[in-house]
């Protein structure tokens, strides 16, 4: 539905992103993840239409933001970081407002104040001004803002930025709400929320894209390193590190407290390109002990994303 083609932006000589590629499916929900400064505002706002790329193309559908700029704002709603609402006015003649800029009529007017209200969950808030909100509930009234034209596309800056837990979660699901009919494009240094609320993440670092892919696939890139946790009967720490010492791939063993002392509860640190699961199993069936847990553990997200966001 969205295809990114060698997008670069430059203020003066700064370069804030560079050639990326990106390919966004239909219904999807993704997210934008990188530390701040990373480039993630400034690639939204050229997908929305707000900049121009210094060089390469966004194609929405059949349309290229170079030529088709209007028309691919028509089918995007967009939520910066801090939303663009006045304080002055009542939740209810604000969102009148904004449907009458958009252009609908009466009847639609009213279908659509009452279904975003029931998705915003502001149906309790219409005849409060907005300066008397706390900052998840205008956030809600920038989604309903954002969405009022029923766009095809959600773009969302920042959406839980200074939210308390509660409202982190209130947030995250409406847009899983909008996700089942929408594709959303979101941004964040969160990486709870990123796993929470997104199909697929894209780390975006120093303008680059330096990863791509669901949560789980993230976790398995960079470099092999994982730990193995097993838990033996019969076994001693002294013959255990002998044995499975020798395999290949095996950095080290390390022992944990165990409740129940005839179990040896061992982790293995782990760094190799191969899956070496079956040899460590089969060296363990070599011998009289008996195997009574056996679980890989993969890098966490936070780990993962330092890995690949950290200054050279």
């Excluded at 252009?103 to 915003?120: F, S, Y």
């Excluded at 730990?227 to 020798?246: C, E, G, P, T, W």
């Excluded at 040896?264 to 009289?288: G, P, V």
Aim: glycine residues 6%; charged residues 25%; hydrophobic residues 35%.
């Amino acid at each position: 539905m969205i295809h990114v083609e060698n997008l670069t932006k430059y203020y003066n000589e700064f370069c804030a992103v560079d050639q990326i590629n990106l390919h966004i499916r239909k219904g999807e929900i993704l997210g934008l993840l990188g530390p701040n400064g990373a480039g993630k505002t400034t690639t939204l706002r050229m997908l929305t239409g707000f900049f121009l790329p210094t060089s390469g193309n966004i194609h929405v559908k059949n349309y290229s933001i170079r030529e088709h700029s209007l028309e691919i704002k028509k089918l995007i709603g967009y939520l910066p970081e801090s939303a663009p609402l006045y304080h002055n006015m009542l939740v209810y003649d604000y969102l009148d407002y904004v449907a009458n800029i958009r252009g609908l009529t009466p009847d639609q007017k009213i279908a659509r104040l009452k279904k975003l209200a029931a998705l915003c969950g502001l149906n309790n808030i219409m005849h409060k001004p907005i300066s008397e909100l706390s900052k998840g509930l205008k956030q809600r009234v920038g989604i309903a803002h954002a969405m009022m034209s029923d766009p095809e596309i959600l773009v969302l800056d920042e959406p839980t930025s200074g939210l308390d837990p509660n409202q982190i979660v209130e947030i995250r699901e409406i847009i899983r709400q909008i996700g089942k009919e929408k594709t959303i494009v979101l941004s964040t240094h969160i990486l709870s929320e990123a796993e929470a609320a997104c199909d697929r993440v894209v780390i975006i670092n120093q303008g680059k894209i330096v990863a791509d892919g669901s949560t789980e696939s993230l976790r398995q890139t960079g470099n092999r390193e994982y730990d193995i946790r097993l838990s033996l009967l019969n076994a001693n720490i002294d013959h255990v590190q002998k044995q499975l010492m020798a395999i290949d791939g095996i950095s080290g063993i390390s022992p944990s407290v165990s409740d129940d002392s005839t179990v040896l509860n061992l982790t293995l640190a782990c760094k190799s390109d191969d899956d070496i699961r079956s040899t460590i199993y089969q060296k363990i069936k070599e011998t009289d002990w008996i195997l009574i847990d056996f679980h890989q553990e993969g890098k966490s997200l936070e780990n993962i994303f330092r890995e690949l966001t950290k200054e050279n």
